[in-house]
């Protein structure tokens, strides 16, 4: 059974867990460890999370925090943020991280991609994609870095094409113009990228409703959907968006 998966994602800063609307207008929510615990208890079946602002500081992803939200979960999760060596993978994964999750390095230095790939193997490997939407871009969307403050000129599509020929095991496309919006994910960026790789693609950014997640797994055509806003405000619990999505005939393990 290929189960579609209920990703809750953990945004940091300073250690502190934060949600933001386009990537600024940053609030403060509390403890990743404490809410990370809660979101494994609930039956999320894996959890990310991302340094923000480690890219933009010039430094690695704060372990702290990493540290304390993997000894109060029994769910695999996936880590990002200011990863731009093999050794800062290494140490993730000695501290117990399931996943690494790679952007910015990624786009600078596309071999580092390979590098990771032959040294963990690509189902540890996940590229995150940040984006939005542009008129220059084929495919109408472009690669953002420096969490999302930099453009690159780089199709959004050709470059998900690129990483899985590099051997990353999947992919996470965040839409910069969704994020925080609870407006939906962008549903046509989602299936663009989706429909071009074989590798799994989270869909990420701008949940708000249930029939956003169904949206993004039926016409996105995504494997699992990141969720933030929707969770950590209360709005939806995990068992409500399972049995949402079950109800629509979606696999999701009870």
């Known amino acids: 059974m290929n189960y579609r998966r209920i990703i809750p994602c953990l945004d940091t800063r300073n250690g502190r867990l934060v949600k933001g609307v386009h990537f600024v207008n940053i609030k403060d929510l ?7 615990a809660a979101y494994s208890q609930a039956g999320a079946d894996e959890l990310v999370l991302l340094d923000i602002t480690a890219t933009l500081e010039g430094r690695k992803t704060l372990m702290d925090a990493v540290k304390r939200t993997v000894e109060h979960i029994t769910i695999p999760l996936t880590v990002g943020g200011g990863i731009s060596e ?8 000695d501290a117990g991280v399931s996943k690494a ?3 910015t390095a990624a786009v600078r230095n596309p071999n580092l991609v390979n590098e990771a790939v032959r040294e963990f193997g690509g189902e540890r490997i996940t590229i995150a994609i940040d984006t939005r939407k542009s008129a220059s871009c084929p495919s109408g969307f472009e ?3 420096s969490g999302g403050t930099k453009p690159t000129g780089i199709d959004a599509v050709e470059w998900a094409r690129k990483v899985e020929d590099l051997g990353a095991g999947s992919i996470l496309p965040t839409s910069m113009d ?3 919006t609870q407006a939906g994910y962008d549903i046509p960026m989602t299936r663009a990228i989706a429909d071009a790789v074989k590798v799994p693609v989270i869909a990420s950014g701008g949940a708000g409703k249930l029939e956003h997640l169904y949206e993004a797994i039926a016409d996105g055509h995504a494997d699992a959907v990141l969720v933030a806003s929707i969770a950590h405000y209360g709005t939806f619990t995990i068992r409500q968006m399972k049995d949402y999505l079950a109800q629509r005939g979606v696999p999701v393990r009870q």
């Open 178 to 180: 969704g994020d925080g």
């Open 101 to 103: 999750s790679i952007n």
């Open 86 to 93: 093999i050794r800062h993978i290494q140490e993730l994964f």
């Open 143 to 145: 690669v953002m870095v």
């Open 30 to 36: 509390g403890d990743p460890a404490e809410n990370g």
